[in-house]
């Protein structure tokens, strides 16, 4: 894999605990890919549909994660 990836993970997601993207990442950046791993707190699995202050500010990180890597 030779693109940044970027991983956001609610520590409440009934779906798929956190404990699995985490591994992930580790596994990433051995292997020398350019990974950032956030830990979205007091979400459930869809946090993102979210509008409030916190939600707004989890899309801020992502798209200020795109713009220093793709320059979106």
């Known amino acids: 894999m030779t693109v940044p990836v970027h991983l956001v993970h609610s520590r409440r997601d009934g779906a798929v605990p956190p404990g699995q993207s985490q591994p992930l990442a580790d596994a990433l950046t051995a ?3 350019d990974v950032e791993w956030r ?3 007091g979400r ?3 946090f993102l549909d979210r ?3 916190r939600g707004l500010a989890d899309w801020a990180y992502i798209l200020d994660f795109l713009r220093r890597t793709i320059g979106a």
């Open 31 to 33: 292997a020398g890919v």
């Open 51 to 53: 509008e409030d202050a």
């Open 39 to 41: 830990l979205a707190f």
């Open 44 to 46: 459930g699995h869809r």
